[in-house]
């Protein structure tokens, strides 16, 4: 990037559902889909008197969590009453961490095209979900055209966790990767399903613009509740475009908060700065402060499994890094390594993996033997999509083999050849991409039955300049 050129600043809030049995603060049981209202109790409807009592497992899965991300984990956290007026919040006051939280300050290894960087965590805290409203002419298609809101409190209470990352995220697609990568991690850890779909990862986005080689952050617009890989990316870009063309006409650029409108790709003003909340946060006197037990942090630091960045940096020894990040970044690494234990070697393993269905580990070994058999490509696929539904015969899929014996190919490829002078000019000019569209003539020519590699080393080995 050269100064001057105008660079994206983004920084995330991340908010998951835990996946506990049970609610934050009282016993009711967590179901996702449940009749509405049919999960709740004295204590996450705020009644008179009823008194909250913390959720121990969602305590460590907060820990479990922020091991995970490096953060320190506070000695002494203290949950903190955040008022706020809203028919979501039947207490009046949603029991949140603010001064001291249960993970402090951490990093998370990202890869990116130029290597590994580190993203800064800020904290990672525990709090409850408020209930969920829904529009009476909505959803739930109870009176459409009414005007007025129902309120299901089976989600008010549900443990929520809390990430802030540092603003250190530098275009849309380190966002994105940094969320995907996030979501594994939460997912390897078992603290959620962290389903986007199903609302139980959701995040803020705050993105703002700077020059290169300038000191400091520019304000900042927030952009609230995303639930998409896709739209993140988009609203990023898109605020990136609208901040910029601001500041270049020499408009005022205001802290806000903004919707993105996915129609119009276009980021509009909700609210502005200045109706910002007063949340006038005190410690909640109806908790004790949490102080985990060293043991506790020891043992749950034992429980944390290997990381996506350790994950990368091991398989970057056979794969090299990039290689090792893009398999890692699309989750294909278990299969990948559970072809290699079956004999296959990584990198093999490694392109016959990626962007393909999870297949079932039973069928490793048989998925191994019909890779090994060189199969045709079709062969492979339609192994692979059954292996993800149930176990597989490969005895089906071994007769299929892919056509490389030199003798039958070679008319084939001189045909190939002979059919396409302009190709093959070009590519004795120097531009060898172009072998890649021979190879595709061949694979037509052969209804997808020859050998890719056999292909390759053939064509090449005739256009080698005289
Ligand atoms: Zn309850």
Redo the contacts with the bound molecule.
Sequence with gaps: MTAGEWQTVVGLEVHVHLKTR??M????ELEYGAAENT???????AHPGALPVPNERAIEMTILLGLALDCEIAERAVFARKNYFYPDLPKGYQISQYEAPLCGPGRFALPTAEGEREIGIVRAHLEEDAAKTVHAGGATGRSVGADYSLVD?NR??TPLLEIVSAPDLRSADEAVSFLRLLRQTIVDLGVSDADMEKGTLRADVNVSVRRAGEEGFRPRWEIKNMNSFRFIGRAIEAAFRQQVEAHEAGEEVVQSTYDYDADTDQLTVHRSKEEADDYRYFPEPDLVPVEPPATLVERLRGEVPERPGDRIRRLAGDLGFASAAELVMNGNERKAEALAAEGIDLKTAAAVAMNRDDFLLENAAALARIVQANVTREALDEAFAEAAEGPIDPEKYLAQTALGDEAELAPIIDSVIAAHPEQVETYRGGKEGVLGFLVGQVMRETQGKADPKVVNRLLAERLRPE
């Design positions: 049970t609610k603060f009282c016993r009711c999960h709740t109790c004295p204590v996450c409807l409190f008010g209470g």
